[in-house]
């Protein structure tokens, strides 16, 4: 079992930035790889990013490519989301999860451990 808890939403004006965090206990953090999500109001859960288990590789959604940088210290067993040039569309909850085994994802079902969320509001 792996526990997930977000931190850092909050509400932020456009063209502003945030960092959510998102800290891990349980089992091994490092043979995880971790991804972020998000679901706004009325809409399905999405891909935002993920991340290897080392570190070594990222990916984005193309929504966000350029404008967030996920990152991650095996070490404080803990996994980032660095959001700059937020826009209002940016609205939603986010969730990060974790990803048993080597190879990562931006299927939401292929996740096996999901936090409770953060909000994150994005103001024109």
């Known amino acids: 079992q792996v526990q997930l808890v977000e931190f850092g939403g909050g509400l932020v004006q456009a063209g502003g930035s945030l960092r959510l965090s998102c800290a891990a206990s349980g089992r091994t953090f490092s043979r995880y790889a971790m991804g972020w999500f998000r679901q706004a109001p009325g809409k399905e859960r999405e891909f935002v990013g993920t991340?290897?288990?080392?570190?070594?590789?990222?990916y984005y959604a193309d929504s966000v490519k350029g404008r967030f940088t996920i990152s991650r210290d095996n070490a404080k067993n803990t996994v980032y989301l660095k959001m700059n040039s937020l826009k209002p569309e940016d609205t939603a909850v986010y969730y990060c999860?974790?990803?048993?085994?080597?190879?990562?994802?931006?299927?939401?079902?292929?996740?096996?451990?999901w936090g409770q969320g953060t909000q994150v509001t994005v103001s024109s």
């Open positions: 999860a974790a990803k048993d085994g080597s190879m990562w994802s931006s299927k939401d079902g292929e996740y096996d451990y």
């Open positions: 991340i290897s288990r080392n570190g070594g590789t990222t």
